[in-house]
């Protein structure tokens, strides 16, 4: 049984950081592409960063660009994602999501994802 739990969300002020990580177990992340995706109350969820099996492709969503980085850990089957400067409107529940890979890349959008967390809330206060 395939299961992604969430760790790491955090009530923190404007211009703090945090750590995510999204702990694997039941699979070998390791052919998996993998994302991180967010979602605020009254809003559709949406793709924050994603990474390729390999870890040698990320991509991000343009409102978090150069201030998240995602990264993975094939041999601890762990996701992670470092969020600085966060910003009010970061405030969401975050979900790791894991798609088995098709090749180099990875996507931001959930249809792609076949496996989902139960979220860790991140709050950001102004």
């Known amino acids: 049984q395939v299961q992604l739990v969430e760790s790491g969300g955090d009530s923190v002020q404007s211009g703090g950081s945090l750590r995510l990580s999204c702990a694997a177990s039941?699979?070998?992340?390791?052919?998996?592409?993998m994302g991180w995706f967010r979602q605020a109350p009254g809003k559709v969820r949406e793709g924050v960063s994603c990474i390729s099996w390999s870890g040698a492709n990320t991509y991000y969503a343009d409102s978090v660009k150069g201030r998240f980085t995602i990264a993975r850990d094939n041999d601890k089957n762990t996701l992670y994602l470092a969020m600085n400067s966060l910003k009010p409107e970061d405030t969401a529940m975050y979900y790791c999501?894991?798609?088995?890979?098709?090749?180099?890349?990875?996507?931001?959008?959930?249809?792609?994802?076949?496996?989902w967390g139960q979220g860790t809330q991140v709050t950001v206060s102004s």
């Open positions: 999501a894991a798609a088995p890979s098709n090749g180099v890349g990875c996507g931001l959008t959930t249809l792609e994802y076949d496996y």
């Open positions: 039941g699979y070998t992340t390791r052919w998996y592409s």
